[in-house]
């Protein structure tokens, strides 16, 4: 199993910048790429980016540009660089793990780390 923590979320004027980070710990050898999801107020959840094992990042068209996901190589903590932020970014953030457990394959979710961009 794979549990995450994200940290990082606040209150930042627009055009501002946040980190957000998610510690991994439990069975992180076995995971296979980390994504982060959003879910404004009212709204289904969006994906935002999501990176490989190959280190090969993805991006909603609506973060490209401003946002970069990166990892540690062992899998450990994951991390959203927000630049740019807009007053649409606002949501809670959630960190995704995809990983393998005893031949399935499985996903985890964190808690959540809300963002609030002010215009």
């Known amino acids: 199993q794979v549990q995450l923590v994200e940290s990082g979320g606040g209150l930042v004027q627009a055009g501002g910048s946040l980190r957000l980070s998610c510690a991994a710990s439990g069975s992180i050898s076995s995971i296979v790429a980390m994504a982060w999801d959003r879910q404004a107020p009212g709204k289904q959840r969006e994906s935002v980016a999501m990176i490989q094992s190959d280190g090969e990042a993805i991006y909603s068209d609506s973060v490209k540009g401003r946002f970069t996901i990166s990892r540690d190589n062992a899998w450990n903590t994951l991390y959203l660089q927000m630049n740019s932020l807009k007053p649409e970014d606002t949501a809670v953030y959630h960190c995704?793990?995809?990983?393998?457990?005893?031949?399935?394959?499985?996903?985890?979710w964190g808690q959540g780390t809300r963002v609030v961009v002010s215009s």
């Open positions: 995704i793990a995809d990983y393998f457990y005893s031949g399935d394959s499985r996903a985890s």
